[in-house]
């Protein structure tokens, strides 16, 4: 089931993954950097978008449908006016998105280095290094008064970059009473990962969480870990935020918690992205996300694509984690035998509950 593009469920249930980039098609035109495209330019754009958007989407038939828009549009001279990539992106993002409803179609600016041009390859070092500095998606990790454990996630990374931050989060949290996970602002990623996170949430091994399908109709199952994995915990409560900003891989863990009555959604509707896709180059200066994927949920056979996950109890972004806290801490009341712990976790719901008042 990345940066805001918004950041993409890739190959995947969110952030899309760049798995090797079409070569620079040799009828478009390049441009001067940031400079003012030409009729000839955007012309070459849209054709190519058109022809992408019909060979690559996931749905056939819509794929057909935005083509015929697009080649109509443009020779109408709906694009005549453009004069940057930047008004380009925005225009072509906001007419797919019309057409499809799709939040991971969209055109953005992503000029090529003059070393990808000339074939070289590109060094991974940025990428890792923004990746390092994020903590590979884990911003925050504590334990809450009255023995709740927090964590933040704002991104999902590849498995082989995220994998020791997780681990080390959830042996921080492993001796946590509740769990809050806070997904408020994720803006998507691998879909190898969500299902890494999940497998600390379920005791079971191999257990079947999602799929996804392609357009050709191959389908690529995702499972909680099958080999050891240390601080699983079925059993305690877990609680997750949401707002509508959660997008992509951050909803499918959000959708697939919720579909096995694993945890309690805590916030707002999330934005309602579910089909994965890649990137794909127009040209030296624009490409697209094109969602090759949908998404299958193990129970019910389904996703948020356009409908987001609902909260279990709806609550402003900026007081889920509080709400979230509270009930929290009556379900611990509630399994407290009476004695110091219990009046303590009592005392703390008090506080919490005059925050309320203020």
Same mark, same amino acid.
């Given at each position: ?232 915990? +079925? =059993? %305690? ?6 707002? #509508?900003?959660?997008?992509? $891989?951050?909803? *499918?863990?959000? /959708?697939? &918690?919720? +579909? =096995? %009555? ?6 707002? #509707?999330?934005?309602?992205? $579910?089909?994965? *896709?890649?990137? /794909?180059? &127009? ?76």
């Amino acid at each position: 089931m990345r940066p805001r593009c918004r950041r993409r469920f890739a190959a995947s249930l969110g952030l899309a993954l760049a798995f090797g980039v079409p070569q620079l098609p040799a009828q478009t035109p390049r441009q001067p950097a940031r400079g003012e495209i030409s009729a000839e330019f955007v012309h070459a754009t849209v054709d190519s978008l058109a022809s992408v958007v019909r060979d690559e989407y996931v749905d056939a038939e819509v794929a057909t449908r935005v083509e015929g828009s697009l080649r109509k549009w443009l020779a109408e001279g709906r694009y005549a006016d453009v004069r940057t990539p930047e008004d380009l992106s925005r225009s072509l993002t906001r007419d797919l998105v019309a057409l499809t409803s799709d939040k991971h179609l969209a055109v953005v600016v992503d000029r090529e280095s003059p070393s990808a041009i000339a074939g070289e390859t590109a060094s991974a070092e940025p990428r890792l290094t923004a990746a390092r500095r994020s903590n590979f998606g884990v911003q925050r990790v504590e334990i809450l008064p009255g023995n709740v454990g927090y964590i933040n996630i704002r991104s999902f990374y590849r498995p082989d970059e995220a994998r020791e931050a997780i681990s080390a989060a959830m042996q921080v949290l492993s001796n946590a009473d509740a769990l809050i996970v806070d997904l408020r602002g994720d803006g998507g990623g691998s879909p190898d990962t969500v299902a890494l996170f999940a497998s600390y949430l379920f005791e079971t091994p191999g257990l079947k969480l999602f799929e996804i399908a392609s357009r050709s109709g191959d389908v690529r199952p995702y499972r909680t870990e099958t080999s050891p994995l240390p601080n699983r915990n +079925e =059993r %305690r409560s877990v609680y997750v935020l949401t707002d #509508a900003r959660t997008f992509s $891989a951050g909803e *499918g863990l959000a /959708y697939i &918690l919720q +579909e =096995r %009555r694993r945890a309690e959604i805590v916030g707002e #509707a999330t934005a309602g992205a $579910a089909n994965p *896709g890649r990137p /794909y180059r &127009l040209n030296s200066d624009l490409q697209v996300t094109i969602p090759t994927g949908k998404v299958r949920s193990a129970v019910r056979g389904a996703n948020w694509e356009g409908t987001g996950v609902m909260p279990d109890v709806a609550a402003p972004s900026n007081d889920a984690l509080r709400v979230a806290h509270v009930r929290a801490l009556r379900q611990l009341i509630e399994q407290a035998s009476r004695g110091p712990w219990r009046d303590l976790l009592e005392g703390q719901l008090a506080l919490l509950d005059r925050e309320t008042l203020r």
